[in-house]
Nanobody, 129 residues
Framework: VHLVESGGGLVEAGGSLRLSCAAP????????FGWFRQAPGKEREVVSC????????YTADSVQGRFTISRDDAKNTVTLQMNSLKPEDTAVYYC???????????????????????WGQGTQVTVSS
């Protein structure tokens, strides 16, 4: 599974960016997705996650009310809308996926790096003060 992130860039504090994760050539339905980020000198941390059919979401406290995750399985895309950006949001953002099966079974939302199998190459987000 090949994940490709896009949409990163340089923005002033208070601005917005929309990150996209494309998964060309495969069916998203059986996968949970997450967005993670890693700032220089820090560990990779979870930002937001979304399940498949019931589309439950998790959003980290640090971005709650500012970031929104969504998915469009028909377009094979997972999106992270980021509003009211702060300098502390500066990091490389990664899209990640884990296969859970083509089923309605409800699993806990995975929040740890090691729980995800597939990763994109990352996209840089820089927020200037």
């Amino acid at each position: 599974v090949h994940l490709v992130e896009s949409g990163g860039g340089l923005v002033e504090a208070g601005g917005s960016l929309r990150l996209s994760c494309a998964a060309p050539g495969f069916t998203l339905d059986g996968y949970y997705f997450g967005w993670f980020r890693q700032a220089p000198g820090k560990e990779r941390e979870v930002v937001s996650c979304i399940t498949n059919r019931d589309q439950r979401t998790y959003t980290a406290d640090s971005v709650q009310g500012r970031f929104t995750i969504s998915r469009d399985d028909a377009k094979n895309t997972v999106t992270l809308q980021m509003n009211s950006l702060k300098p502390e949001d500066t990091a490389v953002y990664y899209c990640a996926a884990v296969f859970v099966g083509y089923t309605d079974y409800v699993y806990p939302i995975p929040l740890k790096v090691h729980e995800y199998t597939f990763w994109g190459q990352g996209t840089q987000v820089t927020v200037s003060s």
